[in-house]
């Protein structure tokens, strides 16, 4: 059985502009529709019935009659009133109060309106014969043919309307009709059968036409979220490859594509080790290696805060964005989190090996940056220590031995030299704390009023010594690569002459 919400949408369908619901309910079952000629056949309506008002009977709509006329159909239990009406002319309030009271709809139909199109297309949606099936068809496949419809639920609330009845997505109830939603989908579209052979065919292939359109609205979601992602994975790239010049010029787009660059960040870098040995060809690595990103991402989504991935040839770049510094908590929970994206990485294909190196919580644009550096040394040690499908955190405790093992290159020995050579005619003991106080500076992330509480010292000496230390050794402060650099020295240099 119709209802009148359902009945009114299709009369509109055929006359937009020119059918409004004046006041009442219109989730009232119709099962009947009668035009009425004389206000006394509205004693022999049925309940639940729609009646229509003659031509004739218009001019009773502003005056005490028309209150009689709806009390008639109180009494009889009606559903609604249709008169035809301008939309200027007015009904009688003490009508529209008793039809609120009463539960009966109110509808205006436009005189302009041919009344007997009009009956004929209440008759046929108040039924649930083939006729009915074959309009309300029409109406859904001319709603369809308009491709207004953003999501599947909006499609599926706008076909259940026309329909006069409930289409759901998911696992069909008893005896429903029902089709597969998607050549990729488990869940079916279905509804309940109208009883008619005839009637359900018709409706079946009906759910046919929705389903292929629920099919192309999923596709077009898939594909607007993979541009979204492609896009603003190539920008996130750029900006951990690019110098703090560069990245001024490519912060604007980020924030178009919604990197909170502003904020607090972590970036994981995950490197598959083996993609040509597990897949066999440059093709199947290539499609591996963008399923393997998009995994990260669905997987990392499950903890809060923004996520964001971006790929080339070798690397997978993971960032994870808040507003705020994380806490011991959160951090934690990043941790937990980065695990579990990884096995599910590792275990996407038999044999693959990953490497991955998380960096710390850093803010900003150049924070960022530092983070990716952090977590390009983390799957540094990773490789070194042969640490495949587990995530290797930079401020870990093996990151005592990565910079051991860092330091340990001649080339990085010769850089640091060079970096301290202006201090290195100092007295040790100067030269020790100079090294000290910048550190402590760095591991502080730049805060004075920190770093004076850590060393004991007042805060406008600690900006006094962090200033001149910058000076002498030749460090823009405001290059993330160099200040970088001479943090990983001080803390190798500390690490390096501590006693045994």
């Known amino acids: 059985m119709s209802t009148l919400e359902s009945v009114v949408d299709q009369l509109a369908l055929r006359h937009p502009g020119q059918v409004e619901v004046l006041t009442g309910p219109t989730q009232r079952p119709v099962a009947d529709v009668r035009l009425v000629e004389d206000t006394r056949q509205v004693d022999s309506a049925p309940a639940d019935a729609l009646l229509v008002l003659d031509r004739g009977l218009a001019e009773l709509a ?5 209150d009689v006329v709806v009390r008639r ?14 939309a200027a002319a007015k009904i009688s309030l003490t009508a529209m109060a ?3 009271r009463a539960d009966i709809a109110l509808v205006r139909l436009s005189p302009d309106v041919d009344l007997t199109d009009a009956v004929g297309t209440l008759v046929r949606q108040a039924a649930d014969r083939l006729s009915v099936t074959v309009d309300r068809a029409r109406a859904v496949c001319d709603a369809i043919d308009g491709r207004s419809f953003g999501t599947v639920g909006e499609l599926l609330e706008r076909v259940g309307l026309l329909l006069g009845r409930t289409v759901e997505l998911g696992v069909p109830a008893g005896d429903a009709l029902a089709v597969p939603a998607g050549p990729e989908r488990s869940d079916q579209l279905w509804t309940d059968r109208p009883g008619d052979p005839d009637a359900d065919a018709l409706l079946e292939m009906m759910l046919w036409r929705v389903a292929a359109e629920t099919t192309r609205l999923a596709a077009e979601r898939t594909r607007a979220e993979e541009v979204s992602r492609r896009s603003t994975g190539e920008v996130l790239v750029q900006l951990v490859e690019a110098d703090r010049s560069q990245r001024a010029a490519i912060a604007p787009s980020a924030r178009r594509l919604g990197i909170p660059v502003d904020g607090w960040h972590v970036v994981a870098r995950i490197e598959p ?8 060809g440059d093709l199947a690595a290539f499609e591996l290696r963008d399923e393997l990103a998009a995994l990260a991402l669905r997987t990392a989504r499950s903890l809060p805060g923004t996520w964001h991935v971006g790929h080339d040839p070798a690397v997978l770049l993971l960032l994870w964005t808040a507003e705020t510094a994380p806490g011991p908590e959160e951090h934690a929970r990043l941790r937990r989190q980065l695990d579990f994206v990884t096995k599910a990485l590792s275990g996407r294909a038999t044999g693959l090996r990953i490497f991955c190196g998380a960096g710390t919580a850093r803010p900003g644009i150049a924070g960022l940056a530092s983070s990716a550096t952090e977590a390009r040394l983390a799957v540094s040690s990773a490789r070194f220590r042969r ?7 930079f401020d870990a405790v093996g990151m ?13 020995q010769q850089s640091i030299d060079r970096l301290f050579a202006p201090i290195a005619d100092l007295p040790p003991a100067k030269r020790q704390a100079m090294i000290d106080t910048v550190g402590t500076y760095l591991d502080l992330h730049g ?7 850590a060393l004991h010292l007042h805060r406008n000496a600690i900006r006094y010594r962090v200033q001149r230390a910058f000076e002498i050794l030749g460090i823009d402060e405001d290059d ?3 200040r970088l650099f001479l943090h990983l020295s001080c803390r190798a240099q500390r690490l390096i002459d501590e006693p045994d």
């Open 62 to 66: 502003g005056d005490y009659r028309f």
């Open 73 to 86: 159909a109180a009494a009889r239990e009606v559903t609604a009133l249709v008169v035809l009406l301008p």
């Open 98 to 100: 008793l039809a609120r």
């Open 273 to 280: 080790d083996n993609l040509l040995e597990v897949t066999g």
């Open 387 to 393: 640490r495949s499908n587990v995530p290797v955190h």
């Open 400 to 412: 005592r031995a990565t910079l051991l093992e860092w330091y340990g290159s001649p080339t990085v």
């Open 447 to 453: 805060s004075a009023a920190r770093t004076a509480e």
């Open 480 to 482: 993330v690569d160099q």
